[in-house]
């Protein structure tokens, strides 16, 4: 009895192709197009998740579906390997980071290998190591020759639990991102990146990347632009004009109040001598402790104060009282707004409670009682008799082009996006190349003094500065200017800087004079397809699209955007849940790959539904598909080894052989449409199973020469996704090897079909289903339909009002 053994047939093929290097590509032109399809790197800690077995898996496909297409693919592998997990483990177990993260890789090698995912291996590395961070560190001081990486003071999210700041895009709901600590604001001295000065091109050049529509919003949202004015409101007792950041300047009649952040640094000077002071300065101190999503939410009751004092509103003259409020944020804007309660929501929550004016001067028609808050578009009204009863986009602009020539206002665009915080007062991570001289400050350390290796400590636990700060000897160094006695930085870099690069330096991955040449990597860049979470949609995607601009700008790449297309796949849950160890529902893909072979365990999670939604993972799913394999791997061995050309018309001998050759093209055409022009990789795969369920009804009665290109059909489109057993199928049939071979190409005279099967109704319910000729006229359909047995049972006694026809599909009898 033949038996499909995984086993005996994956570790055979996985041989021929690391003896034979067979995916390993060069960066050299052979006419063929080059094609670069990358997943996203695995954070190596532990083993990998059914989530790396899903991305890889679909990024494999990929692979050989364009190899086969003629294009000379690159598709390597690295580890993004710096990180808090494994500094936590040390803190806990003593384990030097880079012991548990080499095991941690190790296992992640092994199973790569034993997925049979085709890599090329020459490209591998771990950001963790010295030849990688050497020019991580490089790139670092070309951002800081160019004043795009720079340190300052400011106010910084401090996570108490994690003992390090955090970037804004790192902060969820006012909680560190992996700590989930309420994240506190600290004053302190930092590195950013100014990724600022790239917030146009990043949102504009997003109209050039083929990406799923949500994550561009989300990148969109993200950077947040606005655009609007400032406006200046002048305060009398301590002589100072104040701006505020409005987006609707039409609406400055309507500005009854003014409101300040808690945080703005004059408040308390304000509020100084009035009969509010005391309480101003308990409602900031009650404010400081709130965290911006708390206090920026629409629905919240409109805490604040007044501050005793009036502004002067420029457009007429008016003194507005003032306020301080906590729906006013500090870090947006200038951090005072005018308060419009007319056609602002919050604005007019906060005048309801607190009693103000409400002024409205838009309307949705002069005269027209509108509810307020008012928010539409409209015709301007309670204004200026110059601008009363124009359209309020016409009178923004000249109400901005007149407090212009006045100097009490102009044009001005507004971002959420914060400029890149990357010090991080931890262990393992990158060390950030800077030393402290007392005499010339900053000092980058020069190139050929890269890496700056991070030392070993004994003690990995940071408090409030990085362990690195206890090596003394590692600390104290000599400046490069002037050779007295300096301080090394001792934070570490950000791990996103880390992942920002790295698919520059797989182009190049083993020059040691530059992180990449130019010309080999703009051989390769943009990645055509890249794939990976949808929860990178802003951190890791936003960052690496900012270092690729920047290097562009530097000269160092001609690509803008590093991934021209970008495909996010959905999670694998288990009875509709996310996996995870506190629920003790996780499953390893090595349980199912030792089982049932990697081959199925890597279809079934390509099968399981369309990839980019989330699909529930089940076992009999699995034994489904490995049935599916073990068909197709028995039939490549009983159809004896011959050629494997497709069958031509004029050598049917039967209906059989007919029936499975045009099945065979059907699933050429199939497949090809499904992996090719979307990621349908889902029905690509039914298409085969269709195929051998096909081939094995007409295994009595087909040709043997039919059978065999059956099956070696079905072996080449399976290959992408189930390359060892395909491999094994492919040679028992032809003696070939597939990847050898070119994606076999459908032909369009068998994808016509000579019947279709027509639809009988009495009165629109089915009765029948026939076979019918594909070139029947209406009156042979309606002549078919009405000869139809179980047609004829309901037709019998009744007189026929209507015949429906409607060719290709159904004939509708309509009785009485
Ligand atoms: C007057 C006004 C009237 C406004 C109106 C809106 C509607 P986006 O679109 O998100 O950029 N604002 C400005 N700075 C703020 C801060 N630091 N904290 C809280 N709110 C602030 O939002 C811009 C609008 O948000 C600005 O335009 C300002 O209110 C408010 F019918 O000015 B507006």
Redesign the pocket.
């Known amino acids: 009895e033949l038996r499909y053994e995984p086993k005996a047939i994956e570790p055979k093929w996985q041989q021929v192709w690391a003896d034979e290097r067979t995916w390993e590509v060069s960066n050299e032109d052979d006419g063929r197009e080059a094609y670069y399809v990358l997943e996203m790197l695995p954070y190596p800690s532990g083993e990998p998740h059914m989530g790396h077995l899903k991305n890889y898996a679909l990024g494999d496909a990929v692979a050989h579906f364009n190899r086969r297409n003629g294009k000379r693919v690159l598709h390597p592998m690295g580890y993004d390997a710096f990180g808090l997990p494994a500094e936590n483990n040390a803190i806990k177990t003593g384990v030097h980071p880079r012991d548990a993260t080499a095991a941690s890789i190790a296992s992640f090698q092994r199973q790569f290998r034993e997925w049979g995912i085709s890599i090329d291996w020459t490209r591998e590395f771990g950001t963790h190591e010295p030849r990688y961070y050497r020019w991580t560190q490089w790139l670092f001081l070309q951002l800081f020759e160019r004043g795009l990486a720079y340190k300052r003071d400011g106010s910084v999210n401090w996570d108490p639990v994690e003992e390090t700041v955090l970037a804004n895009e790192q902060v969820i709901d006012g909680r560190g991102e992996r700590s989930g600590a309420l994240v506190e604001i600290r004053q302190l001295e930092q590195w950013y990146f100014r990724i600022t000065d790239y917030a146009d091109r990043l949102l504009d050049d997003l109209d050039t990347i083929q990406w799923p529509e949500h994550v561009k919003t989300m990148q969109r949202h993200w950077i ?1 632009r ?1 655009v ?1 004015a400032h406006v200046v409101f002048h305060n009398a007792e301590l002589g100072k004009d104040y701006e ?5 300047p039409d ?1 400055l009649f309507g ?1 009854t109040f003014f409101v300040m ?1 808690p945080e703005h640094p004059d408040v308390l000077a304000l509020a100084e001598g009035t009969e509010h002071e005391q309480a101003v300065r308990d409602y900031v101190r009650h404010a400081l402790l709130e965290s911006n999503e708390e206090r ?1 939410a629409a629905d919240k009751a409109k805490t604040g104060v007044p501050l005793g004092r009036t502004v002067i509103n420029p457009v007429n003259g008016e003194a507005i009282p003032m306020f301080v409020a906590d ?4 870090e ?9 309660p007319a ?2 929501e919050r ?1 007019f929550g906060f005048a309801q409670v607190h009693g103000l004016p409400i002024r409205q001067v838009i309307a949705s028609a002069p005269g027209a009682e509108d509810e307020l808050p008012f ?1 539409s578009d409209g015709v301007l009204v309670n204004s200026d008799a110059r601008f009363d009863g124009r359209p309020n986009r016409e009178a923004l602009e000249e109400i901005v082009g007149w407090l212009d020539g006045d100097g009490k206002g102009r044009r001005a665009i ?1 971002y959420r996006l914060r400029d890149w915080l990357v010090s991080r007062q931890r262990y393992w991570g990158c060390p950030i190349p800077i030393v402290y001289c007392e005499q010339h400050g900053a000092v980058a350390v020069p190139a050929d003094q890269l890496p700056v290796e991070l030392p070993d400590v004994t003690d990995y636990k940071p408090r409030g500065r990085s362990p690195l700060a206890a090596v003394e000897e590692w600390v104290a160094t000599t400046c490069p200017e002037c050779g007295g006695p300096a301080r090394r930085e001792t934070d570490t870099m950000d791990t996103f800087v880390d992942s920002s690069w790295y698919f520059l330096r797989y182009t190049d991955a083993n020059n040691d004079s530059a992180p990449w040449a130019r010309e080999v990597a703009d051989g390769w860049m943009p990645v055509d397809q890249y794939i990976g979470g949808v929860e990178h949609a802003i951190l890791h995607l936003l960052y690496a699209r900012f270092f690729t601009k920047a290097f562009h700008d530097i000269g160092l790449l001609s690509a803008d955007e590093p991934f021209q297309a970008l495909f996010t796949q959905g999670m694998i849950t288990r009875d509709g849940a996310k996996m995870s160890k506190s629920k003790g529902n996780v499953i390893a893909p090595s349980s199912y790959v030792d089982r049932y072979g990697a081959d199925t365990a890597r279809c079934y999670i390509l099968f399981i539904g369309p990839p980019d939604q989330d699909a529930d993972w089940s076992d009999e799913g699995v034994e489904g598909v490995h049935r599916f394999l073990a068909r197709l791997w028995r039939l490549g061995v009983e159809v004896g080894r011959g050629p494997a050309d497709s069958p031509a018309a004029g050598d049917f001998v039967n209906d059989a052989d007919a029936a499975l050759t045009r099945k065979a093209h059907w699933a050429i055409d199939k497949v090809t449409n499904d992996m090719g022009a979307r990621f349908a990789f889902n029905t690509a795969i039914s298409a085969v199973m269709e195929l051998v369920n096909e081939s094995y009804r007409h295994r009595d009665q087909a040709s043997p020469e039919v059978l065999r290109f059956a099956a070696a059909t079905g072996a080449s489109l399976i290959f992408p996704f189930a390359p060892h057993t395909a491999s094994e199928v492919y040679e028992q049939a032809t003696g070939q090897r597939v990847w050898e071979q070119p994606w076999p190409v459908a032909d369009p005279a068998m994808l016509v079909a000579d019947t279709f099967e027509l639809v009988a109704q009495v009165n629109g319910k089915v009765r029948e289903r026939l076979t019918a000729p594909a070139d029947a006229s209406k009156e042979q359909l309606e002549e078919l339909a009405r000869n139809a047995p179980n047609v004829q049972a309901h037709l019998d006694g009744k007189q026929v009002v209507k015949v429906i026809v409607v060719p290709g599909k159904l004939v509708n009898i309509v009785v009485r």
């Open positions: 947040g606005s609007g505020v950041f409005t987006t609707r609406t500005a952040s920026g729906y006013v944020l500090m947006y804007g200038t951090g005072a707004i005018m308060a419009v056609h602002d604005d928010s507004n």
